[in-house]
């Protein structure tokens, strides 16, 4: 079993940042995928970004409205991610949620979380 813990969210300007993290905790594996969800007010939870690892390499993946603003990154010796947000604009406002995969991400293939944390609030002020 693996415990995700998110922190970071709160309320902020549009054209503002925040920083998001996530620690994870109990069994993982040297392969595999972490990232960000997140569920906006009346719409379905959609992806947003995931870094993939294995032995020696490491890939990331984004959605294309954040592309450019979004970055993740992790720190493998606290087993934490990060979500740098910058630019943020008031459609970013949702729920954030950090999810956790076994394995590596293929090419091609969506994201299929085994674990979820319990989100945190990013509000996005106009």
């Known amino acids: 079993q693996v415990q995700l813990v998110e922190s970071g969210g709160g309320l902020v300007q549009a054209g503002g940042s925040l920083r998001l993290s996530c620690a994870a905790s109990?069994?993982?594996?040297?392969?595999?995928?972490m990232g960000w969800f997140r569920q906006a007010p009346g719409k379905e939870r959609e992806f947003v970004t995931a870094?993939?690892?294995?032995?020696?390499?490491?890939?990331?993946r984004y959605t294309d409205s954040v592309k450019g603003r979004f970055t993740i990154s992790r720190d493998s010796a606290k087993n934490t991610v990060y979500l740098q947000m910058v630019s943020l604009k008031p459609e970013d406002t949702a729920i954030y949620y950090c999810?956790?995969?076994?394995?590596?991400?293929?090419?091609?293939?969506?994201?299929?979380?085994?674990?979820w944390g319990q989100g945190t609030q990013v509000t996005v002020s106009s």
């Open positions: 999810a956790a995969q076994i394995g590596r991400l293929r090419v091609g293939a969506a994201m299929a979380p085994d674990y």
């Open positions: 870094i993939s690892w294995g032995a020696w390499t490491s890939d990331t």
């Open positions: 109990g069994r993982t594996s040297s392969s595999y995928t």
